[in-house]
């Protein structure tokens, strides 16, 4: 299995769509990812549609709904706007799973002690950030990626901004983390 890179992110506020790299760099593990809860796996994007190890992945973890986005300034309305609103720190009452079929982008979790991590997302990469962890989403600088949308059930877009911390699943979240 390929490695995902992600590494610990500086305290720029410049662009969103830098890398952000702290100095030197300090990468993050895929092993320090699932000590957090991300699920990762690296598919062929070529064959999605009739590819059977995303479909064994999908039978497992119950993802019965899909649809496709394509996130680039020609393509989707309101784009810049957009951009700022995915990249809220936020969570979701569902898991949020993500699968890159073309294009770049990146996810930013929080870790353990609430430090950002970013995570480089190219094609072939899927993703799943667990329910109850913040988290946001942006592009780099090419300003393009085209996503699967993955959910278990239907799609439930809600987000909830940080500070959100009441919720269950949060508490929840935060607790499988003291277990590990």
């Known amino acids: ?59 497992e973890r119950g993802y019965s709904y899909m649809d496709i986005i394509t996130i680039h300034p020609d393509k989707l309305p309101n784009y810049e706007d957009k951009l700022k609103m995915f990249y809220e720190e936020h969570l979701h009452l569902d898991d949020e799973i993500r699968y890159i079929l073309e294009g770049r982008a990146y996810f930013d979790v929080r870790d353990k002690n609430d430090h950002w991590i970013r995570i480089a997302m190219t094609k072939g990469d ?21 996503a699967m949308r993955l959910f278990v059930g239907e799609p439930v877009w809600k987000a909830y901004n940080r500070p959100a911390d009441d919720f269950e699943i949060r508490q929840k979240y935060v607790q499988s983390l003291t277990c590990s």
């Open 1 to 59: 299995m390929s490695q995902i890179e992600a590494w610990y992110m500086d305290e720029s506020t410049e662009d969103q769509r830098l890398p952000h790299r702290l100095e030197p760099n300090k990468s993050v593990s895929l092993e320090d990812l699932q000590k957090i809860g991300v699920f990762y796996r690296k598919l062929n994007a070529d064959i999605y549609e009739n590819d059977p190890e995303l479909q064994r992945i999908r039978e």
């Open 126 to 146: 899927l993703i799943t950030l667990p329910a109850g962890i913040y988290h946001r989403f942006t592009l780099d600088e090419t300003n393009y990626t085209k």
